[in-house]
Nanobody, 119 residues
Framework: QVQLVESGGGLVQTGGSLRLSCEAS????????MGWFRQPPEKEREFVAS????????SYADSAKGRFTISRDNAKNTVYLQMDSLKPEYTAVYYC????????????WGQGTQVTVSS
């Protein structure tokens, strides 16, 4: 069972930056595609970004392109989400998730970290 622990959330003003981190307990972390998702208040959870385990190929939601950067450090079992030029509409609980190489879905999820962007 993979455990994911997010950190780095908090309160930031419009235009500010935050870096989220997600540490995985599993030593085979480097074989997982890692993703970030978010759930704004009273809305559905949505995809933000992902990074593959082979070649660190990244993918972003349109709203995240140019503002967010996903990266990973396999030696530290950690994936990051650098968020710049934040806007109030990015206020949400941000979740880290892991998709095993044998799966088509994200099977492991963190507990989430709150990001609040004030206007």
């Amino acid at each position: 069972q993979v455990q994911l622990v997010e950190s780095g959330g908090g309160l930031v003003q419009t235009g500010g930056s935050l870096r989220l981190s997600c540490e995985a307990s599993e030593r085979t972390f480097n074989t997982y595609t890692m993703g970030w998702f978010r759930q704004p208040p009273e809305k559905e959870r949505e995809f933000v970004a992902s990074i593959t385990w082979v070649g660190s190929i990244t993918s972003y939601a349109d709203s995240a392109k140019g503002r967010f950067t996903i990266s990973r450090d396999n030696a530290k079992n950690t994936v990051y989400l650098q968020m710049d030029s934040l806007k109030p509409e990015y206020t949400a609980v941000y979740y880290c998730a892991a998709k095993p190489m044998t799966s088509r879905t994200y099977e492991y999820w963190g507990q989430g970290t709150q990001v609040t962007v004030s206007s």
